[in-house]
Structure formats: C-alpha cells, structure tokens
C-alpha cells in the first residue's frame, strides 16, 4: 500500500524486552520517532554489560593513549572530560550512544582501536570481538547513522557507500586473518613456503616472481547487520566466520551472529516482505553449528567444546 511507511516492519533498539531499557528509550526518543507505530516487541543482539562496556573505559582510554608519566601529566594536555560511567547495572541511554565518540573524533582514538577513518566512515576493532577477526564499520552520514539499518540501508547512494567502505574492511580483515591463521593453512603451504625461503618462486614471462596464491581468506569473512542492533549508531559487523572467542559467552551471542538475525550486506536493500523484518524469539532458536550443521539446541557449553574442535580444523584447511 502506497501509505505504507518505509519503516514497515522495523525492530527498533527501543523496542527491547529489557523493561528498562525500554523505558529509557521511549523516554529519550520521544521527539524523534514515535514508537507506537513500530511493531511490538523483540530481542536485540548483546548484554547490558556489553553495551556499557562499548564505550572505552577511562582507565583503558588512558592506557591506549600511551603512559602518562609526570611531566607528561603536569605539562600535556588536560585529558578530555570523560562520560560519566553508568552508576547502576542499568542500560543507559548513553551507553547506547557508545559508538558516538568514534563517529566525531576518531583520530584522537589509537591504532589498537580506530582501523582507519574517512570523511564518510569510520573502522574500529570491536572492543568484544565474537570470533578471531572482528571489526565494525560507522558510517558518518548525520542523515542516515541514526537511523535502523534496514531503513538506512534502503537510500541506494548511501547504501553504495556503505559498501565501498565495507569492503574496503572485508579486504583488511581477511588479510589480517591471514597473519594470524596463515601459518597453520594447507592451503597457505606452498606460498609460506616461498616466503620462508625454503622454495623457488615461480616467475612470469616478463621474469616476475608469482607467489602461490594460497587461500581464499575472502571468503571466510562475514559482512553485515543485527535485525535488532544494540547500540544507536549505524554498524556494520566484518566478522571471520570461526565464532571462536572467549567473548562468546552465551547463546545470544552465538545466534545473533549465526542465524539470520544477522543480514548480509549483500542482501540489501531488503524487499518490504522480507521475513527477516520480523525476527521473533531467535535467541531461542537451536544453535547449530557454523561449519558442519550439527544441532547443538540450548547446549551452549556442548557447542563451546565443538567449536573449539572445528576451529582447530578450519585454520588448518
Ligand atoms: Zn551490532
Ligand atoms: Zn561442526
């Protein structure tokens, strides 16, 4: 119907079952959007603790940025005044708002942290990464970062930017899987072995040395968004796909990255029908495993230990 709302079907972060992250954000979005019109309730992807924690601590922000010994403290610049920490276990609005700092100042973030930043992204290194590499894209546009996804994936100039930068990260995230993981790759052996000095490289016709091309490590990485994101600002996830992590701690976390609560960017912008529009109860859903399919259902400790295994094998693919 042509009266239709293109936010049809959208899960807010609002619309939480956590009552009282619901009542804050009501509280805080009031002039913004008017959540009535948006359907009811369902799950968003992490833990309070996760989204307090997404904004850097004072200490660790202190840390990142190099010691500051005592001259350093008397003479150098005084450190920015710092968000105040939640003062309960509360989700707070602000804390929501983690990924803010990111989007307005991301020079003044290390390397650690920040990937790299354009006038119209910004690339960080999740600070609870769900598998060996993982890493968020922020895009900057003011007119789309605080919008839902599925909405602001929908303007098809944003979107082209989005994925130009995306894979600007998918390419930087599979290289840096492959210094982590290269070394224990069949796949990778005859090319390490070049690299090691202990085979000749080929060469071309014109006399250029060819390294073996190795693996694929493209297509081990995951791009894309929660159904129901956590935090306010517009993220993309670039994920390997191991799920291996001691950051993966609860089956929330493992469907949120493994079903189709999370949406391929690829897939966007998504048709008004589509059924990943309304997600339901997925952190009920049975894990299954990500590399050979097995049902491992509630049994999240079960899933750990195989997962463990099946990481053990896929790096040496
Ligand atoms: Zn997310
Ligand atoms: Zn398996």
């Known amino acids: 119907m042509a009266s239709n709302h293109s936010t049809a079907g959208l899960k807010r972060p609002s619309a939480s079952l956590d009552p009282d992250v619901e ?5 805080a979005r009031k002039s913004e959007i008017d959540s009535s019109e948006l359907p009811a309730v369902t799950e968003e992807a992490l833990t309070e603790e996760e ?11 202190a840390e990142e940025h190099g010691p500051r010994n005592a001259f350093s403290a008397l003479m150098g610049p005084k450190p920015k005044p710092q968000p105040k920490p939640p003062s309960t276990a509360k ?25 790299f930043h354009s006038p119209t992204a910004v690339a ?54 492959q210094r982590i993981l290269g070394k224990h790759s069949a796949a990778e052996a005859g090319r390490n072995a ?21 693996r694929d490590w493209m297509r081990e990485i995951k791009v894309g968004v929660h159904a129901v994101p956590s935090m306010n600002h517009l993220h993309v996830h670039v994920f390997s796909r191991d799920m291996h992590s001691e950051k993966m701690k609860k089956r929330k976390h493992y469907n949120s990255f ?38 491992f259902g509630n049994q999240f400790q079960k899933l750990t230990e195989h997962l463990e295994v099946e990481f053990q094998a896929w790096k040496r693919e």
Not at 51 to 61: F, K, R, S, V, Y
Not at 146 to 175: C, G, M, N
Not at 262 to 281: E, N, S, Y
């Open 194 to 214: 070049v690299l090691n000095g202990e085979a000749e490289p080929s060469t071309d016709a014109n006399g250029t040395v060819v390294l073996p091309q190795g």
């Open 258 to 295: 493994t079903t189709d609560f999370m949406v391929p960017l690829d897939d966007f912008p998504l048709a008004i029908d589509d059924p990943r529009r309304h997600q339901g109860k997925w952190p009920e859903r049975p894990m299954l495993c990500w590399r050979c399919g097995k049902n």
């Open 23 to 27: 009542s804050t954000q009501k509280h």
């Open 51 to 61: 989204i307090q924690g997404t904004e850097l601590p004072l200490d660790q922000a």
């Open 124 to 177: 960080i290194h999740d600070m609870f990464p769900k598998a060996t590499v993982h890493c968020l894209l922020l895009p900057r546009s003011p007119a789309h970062n605080l919008l839902h996804p599925f909405e602001a994936l929908a303007d098809p100039p944003f979107l082209a930017q989005v994925r130009a930068e995306a894979a600007k990260l998918k390419d930087l995230a599979a290289k840096e899987l």
């Open 91 to 115: 989700t707070t609005f602000a804390a929501r708002n983690g990924l803010g700092a990111y989007l307005t100042d991301p020079g003044s973030f290390p390397a650690s942290r920040v990937i």
